[in-house]
Nanobody
Framework: QAQLVESGGGLVQAGGSLRISCAASGRTFSSYAMGWFRQAPGKEREFVAA????????LYADSVKGRFTISRDTAKNTVYLPMNSLKPGDTDVYYC??????????????WGKGTLVTVSS
C-alpha cells in the first residue's frame, strides 16, 4: 500500500515561483532516496532532482541547477521541490519517486501519479 501523492502544481507566469510537494504513505521512506522527474506529451520522462535518504546529498539536472531546490522532511515522510525563475520549458507533469539508491535514471521503485506545472510566457 505504499503510495506517493504529489500536490502543488498549477499555473504560474514565467519568472515566477512554485513549490510542489510529495507526501508518502503506507510505509516510511526514511531509508530511501527521493526524487522528482518530469514528462511532457511526446517526450520521455526525464530526471529533475533527487535527494539521498540522509538529505546530505543531492543531484540536479543541468537544466534546473540554481533554480530548483529539493528538500525532504523525514519526520513528515514528505519531499519538496521549490521552483524559482520558472521558464515555459518547465511546463510538464512532475512525478515524485522513491528508490533505494540516488541515481539519475528513471528506474526508480515507487512513483506518484504526477502534478501538472504550467508556465505561461
Amino acid at each position: 500500500q505504499a503510495q506517493l501523492v504529489e500536490s502543488g502544481g498549477g499555473l504560474v507566469q514565467a519568472g515566477g515561483s512554485l513549490r510542489i510537494s510529495c507526501a508518502a504513505s503506507g510505509r516510511t521512506f526514511s531509508s530511501y532516496a527521493m526524487g522528482w522527474f518530469r514528462q511532457a506529451p511526446g517526450k520521455e520522462r526525464e530526471f529533475v532532482a533527487a535527494i539521498s535518504w540522509s538529505g546530505r546529498a543531492t543531484l540536479y539536472a543541468d537544466s534546473v541547477k540554481g533554480r530548483f531546490t529539493i528538500s525532504r522532511d523525514t519526520a513528515k515522510n514528505t519531499v519538496y521541490l521549490p521552483m524559482n525563475s520558472l521558464k515555459p520549458g518547465d511546463t510538464d507533469v512532475y512525478y515524485c519517486a522513491a528508490h533505494t539508491m540516488l541515481v539519475r535514471t528513471t528506474a526508480w521503485t515507487y512513483w506518484g501519479k504526477g502534478t501538472l506545472v504550467t508556465v505561461s510566457s
